[in-house]
């Protein structure tokens, strides 16, 4: 495996992070094969448990001292362990006169039993569960993903006590953006920013989609090593263990963002990672077991909450573009111009198909234009009729466009550009554009800010990596989606037989 000496911005994606080699310290690990015999066990463990590691054996009776249910639980999880499907319990002991979380899972021919040092007072559990309760309910209730995710990340915080809450939405490029926060008033906000998605690597989302809760309880922690009985030839696999050692890549970056401990829950939907909520503490912070699990709960209430807002969005969305081309569709017939038209419902249009400005260009000449300046609107207007083939709906991004003229304004620089040909002979076109991604992101951070760069690199830091970011991302524009795509080619549609019907009119009256 990869040393984390040799862990770079390059290949951090093929580090194997599921199979550390150690835990974080505020618990202990044991692990088991399917008759029970000890396979594995962190370094702590005779200290923590007072329990002897006699790999190759079956643990002694009274190893667990004299509670009987924690046995009961682990010889039920091992009549569990052949099963492909993966099997957790969990439950509350006293060992030694210190309180655990126990948690239990079993897989592929193995269980793994980790004990979670329960940090001092949790707080009443029936508080809690009311808190819980209540959340829970808010969040059903919410009308739209914004409020739900602002609803989200104030429950987050009350729940758990982290000084930031962050729900983070991830775009078509897995790029993330801070869509609601929730922080102390001492810290500068991260709302509307947009992180790279090599700020979280592909086998990290691969996992997060698998185990959808972790936390890091203290960013500054020295890993305990796991150890193991002589015959074990693999590593053992931590992917849904919850005190597996994190990359030290990602703990660097953390340290650099001045963070003493995080958490962050996958949103995942349609077996996607759809989202994330992030915590993060200035100080360590050890969430205690049940409450993670409620968050944990939680994430899959926003889930499938998000899943069914977005299917109303879209019947909204598909709902007022219909009532928008009953519009523009009268209009015509009864004689407007389309480029009229077009302009007189811009608001309405530029919001439908999630665009910044329009066009309407006939015969190579710009006819109406809302916010695109008039160089760069002719010069689009050319090459438009230069450029389209038989397809009605184009998509054309960046480079392929005519560049940026002199004198034409920063926000009137447009790289993405849906066209619809309602005329084909006489090159009849309505544009929609959309500017450089790097320009409608809003970056609120302060360079000179940054803290220290560390052993791996200056740029693990969230202002270095965006800054590589912006690099890869210039000259594009955010892609449009299905809904948007469908909207226009049935605006086209319309379009295109209003105005053809038009057309033939005016020849017949003129013959
Ligand atoms: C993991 N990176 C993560 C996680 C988050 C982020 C939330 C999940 C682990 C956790 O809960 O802390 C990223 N955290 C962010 C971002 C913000 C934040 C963007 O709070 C913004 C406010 N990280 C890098 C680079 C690499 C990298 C350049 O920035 C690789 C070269 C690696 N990130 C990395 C790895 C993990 C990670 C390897 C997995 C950690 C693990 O689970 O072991």
């Known amino acids: 495996s990869t040393s984390p000496?040799?862990?770079?911005?390059?290949?951090?994606?093929r580090e194997p992070i599921h199979i550390p080699g150690s835990?974080?310290?505020?618990?202990?690990?044991?692990?088991?094969d399917r008759l029970g015999r000890l396979s594995h066990a962190s370094a702590n463990v005779p200290a923590l448990l007072g329990i002897p590691l006699e790999f190759g054996r079956t643990l002694r009776p009274g190893a667990f001292g004299d509670d009987a249910a924690l046995e009961q639980l682990l010889q039920d999880t091992l009549a569990d362990a052949n099963s492909d499907e993966l099997v957790t319990n969990s439950?509350?002991?006293?060992?030694?006169?210190?309180?655990?979380?126990?948690?239990?899972?079993?897989q592929h021919g193995r269980v793994i039993c980790e004990f979670e040092r329960r940090a001092a007072a949790a707080g009443e559990v029936s508080t809690f569960a009311h808190l819980a309760y209540r959340a829970m309910d808010t969040l059903k209730r919410q009308r739209s993903i914004e409020r739900l995710l602002d609803a989200a990340v104030i429950a987050v915080r009350q729940m758990t006590g982290f000084d930031?809450?962050?729900?983070?939405?991830?775009?078509?490029?897995?790029?993330?953006d801070v869509v609601a926060?929730?922080?102390?008033?001492?810290?500068?906000?991260?709302?509307?920013?947009?992180?790279?998605?090599?700020?979280?690597?592909?086998?990290?989302?691969?996992l997060y989609i698998l185990n959808t809760l972790r936390l890091i309880a203290d960013v500054g922690y020295e890993p305990v090593p796991l150890l193991a009985d002589a015959t074990q030839r693999e590593p053992l696999d931590l992917s849904h263990s919850v005190l597996r050692s994190v990359s030290p890549i990602h703990i660097e970056y953390m340290k650099n963002m001045g963070m003493g401990a995080s958490m962050s829950v996958s949103i995942v939907i349609g077996g996607r990672l759809w989202g994330m909520l992030a915590c993060h503490h200035m100080a360590p912070l050890q969430v205690p077991y049940p409450i993670r699990m409620a968050v944990d709960v939680m994430a899959q209430v926003i889930a499938s909450t998000v899943?069914?807002?977005?299917?109303?969005?879209?019947?909204?969305a598909i709902?007022?573009?219909a009532w928008l081309r009953t519009e523009i569709v009268r209009a015509i017939a009864v004689g407007g111009e389309v480029g009229e038209v077009v302009m007189r419902e811009s608001p309405a249009l530029r919001e439908n198909l999630g665009c910044d400005?329009?066009?309407v260009t006939l015969g190579g000449i710009p006819r109406a234009a809302d916010h695109v300046h008039a160089a760069w609107a002719k010069a689009l207007a050319t090459w438009l009729a230069q450029h389209g083939d038989a397809a009605l709906v184009h998509v054309f991004h960046g480079e392929q466009l005519p560049p940026p003229l002199p004198g034409q304004p920063e926000d009137e620089r447009y790289c993405g550009v849906l066209a619809l040909r309602f005329d084909a002979p006489r090159q009849g076109w309505i544009v929609g554009l959309r500017r450089e991604v790097v320009q409608t992101i809003r970056w609120g951070g302060k360079p000179e800010k940054v803290i220290a760069h560390g052993p791996l690199g200056p740029r693990l830091t969230p202002r270095g990596s965006f800054a590589e970011w912006r690099e890869t991302v210039r000259g594009q524009a955010e892609p449009w989606n299905d809904v948007e795509l469908e909207i226009a080619s049935q605006l086209l549609d319309s379009v295109g037989r209003a105005y053809a019907d038009r057309v033939l009119e005016i020849d017949q009256l003129r013959s």
């Open 5 to 13: 000496a040799e862990l770079n911005l390059e290949n951090c994606d």
């Open 164 to 176: 930031r809450v962050m729900a983070y939405r991830f775009g078509h490029d897995d790029s993330g």
């Open 91 to 106: 439950l509350e002991a006293t060992l030694r006169g210190s309180t655990f979380d126990i948690v239990l899972h079993a």
């Open 23 to 32: 835990i974080q310290p505020h618990g202990a690990l044991l692990a088991f």
């Open 319 to 321: 709902a007022r573009a």
């Open 357 to 359: 400005a329009l066009l």
């Open 307 to 316: 899943q069914s807002l977005a299917a109303k969005e879209r019947e909204g």
């Open 181 to 206: 926060e929730a922080c102390s008033d001492a810290l500068e906000p991260y709302l509307g920013r947009r992180y790279p998605a090599s700020d979280i690597p592909a086998q990290a989302r691969r």
